[in-house]
């Protein structure tokens, strides 16, 4: 890089910083926002962030519903949440800047691209004037910085095209962003040379810009302030920065490693589970198969069929799909074979909306199926949590032979963070015995006669000699696994598979209560773990006393949930649908439950939650 | 997919161990009281199956048979090898996993004209064009008998059934058309009481690689009584039932009085004395544009009929390529998981000194 031409100033030193770019959906924001995020993570710094983009490939250019934004927060410490306000908020049009400057707080800094502020643009989204000329953005620190035509005219030497040359200025903002913050670069310029590999001459173009933006920085009297954010110290260990359907697929590797079996994944493509197909679709080299079946029933058709016939058998989807798959989940509730289904939450009713996020399918995971059909479920509380409670609930599957639902959502899918790589051979053993003879008397084979410890019937793989049997759909004569329409054994085997599942094995909750006397306890489960964190740091700094837990387990809840609900005063739930894990637990303990619901497709806020939870802790100060 | 894999051509069956010694119809026998009404075409096919099975001479523990729903679809209770009774429509798609997963098995699907061709139609469509290693027995009833008689997508147009009072107004599906229209590699029929000729083809279904799908005229004397009588009772059947075998031309009746013979791009019936010996058509089940006229020589009124392996051709299939891509990375060696986990820019914590890859 060129020599620094503005030494003058020492960095100044933040804990934490929000960067928010926001763009059209063509301008390669979420890239953007990877890299930088990917920065950061090599840094060393803590960090989380929030992609927001909308369902259509291809918006209308520079509308408000084409804009598409990446929210990274990055500190010197660890944090829990994206961030709710941006510090750093960088509009590459005015349908970018409209859509997201409300977010901005005063004192913020506004980036913005101000070749896109043409009077087209500007009408596209009913700005009359340019925002730029008026004092409606006086309370930010604004640059103004031409960014188009800075990354045009560098890119000029290179004689590439004028779109691919525009196409570049996404760069160009990484760039002064990575000066800004004291970036280091060479990753940025080793990652665009191979991820464009096979067209050089845009890979230079990217770099070009790249380097272009970070100049910008070095030589702009108005960015002679940078910003440094120190690594931060987290606990001992190896770390990488990860998604969450990243880290879910890798979680599924290493379970079926751990179990020593081939791991089978029949999917059908939905937004947002799709990358878990492409990521494990890559991963052939560790035994994986996967199976893009022609619907959402096929899909997880043939992953049953898999673990029939002796594979650890997964399907991922999303809410519809998860509508589409119910009576397949009762087979294999049925036919008690080990089975993942992975629910990445978005949006709904219907289609919904597929990009954002939700936990609307909590109770149709737990009771969607006709018939008495329990299924456990298991949620990830965050992007890394995710290869855990993957190993989990493979677990439980090869354990119990039974299907688990894995809810994760599109806030853990597609966010990031940190993650403490595990040692493979910390990971538990799920090494599984095929049934290899009779179990009966006179050497008959049972295939319904349940282990006393788990009440799991044995996995009799085909191709077994003298284990013969047939199951499926109807009613099973208790041991034999006769079709059976006997009253009583009906009756039997009802309550056995809800036994079964009632008696899997789940860890305590754990409450964190760091007085032992709050009169409040914050409970909640998948990714609002971060945002509940957040916000009862925020009310314990402000004096009050308020205790957190947050569930893994959906089904089974683990054994002390009443326990646990019954020693606080107060219980409130927060989550994102109209209270579906609070009709749980009051369905379930009769324990009142106070519900805060979010459903607006983003997470909540960390000041917004601490907000809502105020007036609960405020109450009991008083009445304590 | 066309790639040349350089894979050597294989048999259905090639991949199965093969049994210790020979076997018996009453091997397969599972020890399930069979519950089809008196006189049900099911009956026959069993039968059939029982003992074509053994013939096969591959381990009966590698055999699989999975259903979906509908009365057929009990079969597989009443077979001695390993089986799965799933839900309506899915058979396919679930043997599509098995046979990805499991080179080592023979695995057929039982299904029928509902099963297959309404709720199921699209894993059907989808296996036969994946052309995954299995053999389809499709028992075409032309009615839904589970349910207790409303009419099902083979039902002619103008069945009076309990749901079509006034006669149904809806056009019948022909698998066999269909199934070639999917691209099936191998496509045949055979009727239920035919145990020669259902035996037969059931066999070349089961050796061909691929998926076979096999649709079998089954009758339902309870709810459709006596639908393909007109093919059954040989004055009726003498000017309907054409049986086709590769190589050889296609003349049937008593003494081969009638003859196939070509009409366009179509298919007639003349009597074979009127036609010059080189118009009649030879069977040719490599041939797809017969195979289709074959099938459209079919019609819903059963005025013809025709039997045998109407198609058969090599292609390679779904779970053998699918299987080579896993097998060629895993032989490729690089499976290191704690590398994949780490991937390409980690950083460690130690004692507080964080040490980054830009420190690297
Ligand atoms: S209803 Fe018809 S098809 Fe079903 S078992 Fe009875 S006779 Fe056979």
Redesign the pocket.
């Known amino acids: 890089m060129a020599t620094t031409v503005n030494p003058g100033t020492a960095p100044q030193r933040r804990d934490r910083v929000v960067i928010r770019f926001a763009g059209d959906s063509g301008d390669g924001m979420q890239l953007t926002g990877d890299r930088f995020t990917a920065e950061a993570a090599a840094f060393g710094n803590d960090l989380a962030t929030l992609p927001n983009f909308p369902a259509e490939i291809r918006a209308p250019h520079g509308t408000l519903a084409g804009v598409s934004s990446f929210q990274l927060h990055f500190a010197d410490h660890d944090i829990l949440t994206p961030g709710d306000r941006p510090d750093v908020l960088v509009a590459m049009n005015p349908a970018a800047l409209k859509a997201n400057v409300g977010d901005l707080p005063a004192g913020g800094v506004l980036i913005v691209d101000t070749d896109e502020f043409t009077p087209r643009n500007l009408a596209k989204v009913g700005y009359a004037t340019s925002p730029l000329d008026d004092a409606s953005l006086e309370p930010f620190t604004v640059h103004e910085v031409a960014m188009t035509s800075l990354t045009t005219a560098a890119l000029e030497p290179l004689g590439i095209g004028k779109k691919d040359a525009e196409r570049s200025k996404n760069m160009f903002a990484l760039g002064l962003l990575a000066w800004m913050y004291g970036r280091p670069t060479e990753g940025t310029e080793r990652w665009l040379r191979d991820r464009f590999a096979r067209r050089p001459e845009i890979a230079e173009a990217n770099v070009l810009a790249f380097r272009t933006g970070h100049a910008y920085g070095e030589t702009t009297e108005a960015f002679a302030v940078t910003f440094e954010v120190a690594p931060a110290v987290l606990p001992d260990g190896t770390y990488r920065q990860v998604s969450g359907n990243t880290a879910l697929a890798y979680g599924l590797v290493a379970a079926a490693r751990r179990a020593g079996l081939p791991l089978f994944l029949g999917s059908y493509p939905i937004t947002p589970a799709s990358d878990i197909l492409h990521e494990l679709s890559r991963l052939k080299r560790f035994g994986v198969t996967t199976f893009q079946a022609e619907d959402e029933i096929a899909g997880i058709g043939a992953a049953l069929g898999a673990a029939y016939g002796g594979a650890l058998g997964v399907t991922t989807t999303s809410g519809p799909g998860l509508s589409l798959k119910s009576e397949a989940v009762g087979l294999a509730v049925m036919t008690e074979l080990p089975l993942l289904v992975v629910d990445v939450q978005r949006g709904g009713p219907s289609t919904g909306l597929p990009t954002k996020t939700e936990q609307a399918d909590l109770l149709q995971a737990v009771f969607g199926r006709n018939g008495e059909a329990p299924v456990p479920v298991v949620a990830p509380s965050s992007p890394a949590d995710a290869f855990d409670v993957a190993v989990d609930a493979a677990r439980i599957a090869l354990t119990y032979r039974t299907p688990v639902l894995l809810l994760s959502d599109g806030a853990i899918a597609n966010g990031s963070e940190p993650w403490r790589v595990p040692e493979e051979d910390d990971l538990p053993d799920l090494t599984v015995e095929f049934a290899a003879a009779p179990n009966g008397p006179d050497g008959r084979f049972l295939p319904y006669a349940r282990d006393p410890e788990t009440l799991a019937r044995p996995w009799a793989v085909p191709g077994t000699p003298g284990l013969e049997h047939r199951i499926g759909g109807l009613e099973k004569a208790d041991e034999t696994g006769d079709i059976s329409y006997e009253p009583a054994n009906h009756e039997r085997m009802v309550r056995l598979r809800q036994a079964k599942v009632d008696g899997i094995a789940v860890p305590d909750l754990e409450v964190d209560d760091p007085t032992g006397d709050a009169p409040v306890l914050v409970l909640g489960w998948g990714s609002t773990a971060g945002p509940i964190g957040a916000a009862v740091r925020r009310l314990r700094t402000a004096g009050h006393r308020v205790a957190r837990a947050h569930l893994r387990h959906l089904v089974p809840l683990p054994g002390n949930t009443e326990a646990v609900l019954r020693s606080y005063r107060t219980v409130v739930v927060p989550e994102m649908n109209l209270g579906q894990l609070a009709f749980l637990l009051q369905g379930r303990f009769a324990v009142p439950v106070e519900s805060e619901t979010k459903v607006a497709g983003l997470p909540f806020g960390a000041a917004e939650l601490a907000a809502r939870l105020t007036p609960y802790v405020t109450k009991e100060q008083v009445t304590a | 997919m066309t790639t040349d894999l350089g894979m050597p051509a294989l048999g259905g069956l090639d991949l199965v161990p093969a049994a210790d010694g020979p076997q018996k119809a009453k091997d397969y026998t599972s020890d399930q009281e069979v519950?089809?009404?008196p006189?049900?075409?099911?009956y026959a096919v069993l039968a059939a199956v029982r003992s074509f099975l053994p013939t096969l001479s591959i381990r009966r523990e590698n055999t699989v048979f999975v259903s979906g729903i509908?009365?057929?679809s009990r079969f597989p209770y009443y077979l001695d090898t390993y089986g799965m009774h799933s839900i309506h429509g899915r058979a396919p798609a679930i043997a599509t996993g098995l046979a990805v997963s499991r080179p080592d098995l023979s695995v057929f699907v039982v299904t029928g004209d509902g099963d297959a061709l309404s709720i199921g139609g699209n894993h059907l469509i989808h296996a036969l064009r994946r052309n995954v290693n299995m053999t389809i027995l499709l028992?075409n009833?032309r009615?839904y008998?589970?349910t207790?008689?409303q009419y099902s997508p083979t039902s002619e147009v103008g069945k009076v059934t309990k749901s079509t009072p006034l006669g149904s107004v809806d056009h019948p599906f022909d698998p066999v058309a269909l199934a070639l229209g999917a691209g099936a590699t191998f496509v045949g029929r055979a009727m239920d009481s035919d145990r020669k000729g259902l035996s037969a083809v059931l066999e070349a279904a089961a050796r061909h690689r691929g998926s076979a799908l096999v649709e079998i005229y089954?009758?339902?004397?309870?709810?459709?009584d006596g639908s393909f009588d007109v093919l059954r009772r040989p004055d009726d059947a003498e000017s309907r039932v054409i049986t086709v075998r590769h190589g050889e031309p296609v003349t049937f009746g008593t003494d081969g009085r009638w003859a196939v013979v070509r009409r366009g791009f179509d298919l007639d019936v003349a009597p074979t004395a009127e036609v010059a010996p080189e118009d009649v058509v030879v069977h040719d089940a490599t041939d797809a544009g017969l195979a289709y006229a074959l099938a459209r020589l079919t019609g819903q009124d059963l005025g013809h009929a025709v039997f045998g392996v109407l198609r058969q051709v090599q292609r390679s299939t779904y779970d053998d390529l699918s299987r080579a891509q896993v097998q060629q990375a895993v032989e490729s060696g690089d499976a290191d998981l704690g590398a994949l986990l780490h991937g390409s820019d980690p950083w460690t914590v130690r004692d507080g000194v964080v040490t980054t890859a830009a420190a690297r």
């Open positions: 519950r089809w009404c006189g049900c075409g099911d509908g009365c057929s028992f009833n009615i008998g589970l207790k008689g089954q009758d339902c004397p309870i709810f459709n």
